[in-house]
Every structure is written in structure tokens, then in C-alpha cells.
């Protein structure tokens, strides 16, 4: 949003005008600007964390995993 860089550098009375303004044109609430105004912008914001531990199974368990899925029979599934 254009308003969050203007806003987060803002002082005090600037920052009421600035999220006036913005309730006026949008129709939010003023908590709901004051949240919107000072999170990150999308850009800034973290990469969320990979969670968990990866698989580490070897080519050979993966072809035989491959094969076993293959030729599961899977209920409600055609088979000709």
C-alpha cells in the first residue's frame, strides 16, 4: 500500500491524518488501519519456516515405493 511507507516514517499527527484519510476512502475501522498500517509490507515479510525433518530414503527405496503405488488396487478405481 502506498500509505505504509509514509505512515511508519510519520509522526504523531501525521499518522492520524494519514489513517483518517485512509478509513474515509475505504470504510475501515481505525484499529483495523492502525493493524493494517503498521505490519510489514509483502515484500519484507519472512519466508515461513519449513517444518519437520526431510525424507531421506535412497533411490532404491524410492523406485520400490514407485512400483508398490503403481500396483495398488484403489477402491472405486478401474482397473481395465
Not at 519449513?50 to 477402491?75: A, E, T
Amino acid at each position: 500500500m502506498r500509505f505504509m511507507s509514509a505512515y511508519q516514517t510519520a509522526g504523531r499527527k501525521l499518522k492520524h491524518v494519514t489513517r483518517s484519510e485512509l478509513c474515509l476512502s475505504t470504510g475501515y475501522d481505525q484499529k483495523y488501519a492502525i493493524r493494517l498500517l503498521n505490519r510489514l509490507p509483502p515484500a519484507k515479510l519472512p519466508k515461513p519456516r519449513v517444518r519437520g525433518r526431510r525424507p531421506s530414503y535412497g533411490q532404491q527405496v524410492l523406485g520400490i515405493l514407485r512400483q508398490f503405488v503403481k500396483r495398488q488396487v484403489i477402491p472405486g478405481r478401474c482397473d481395465r
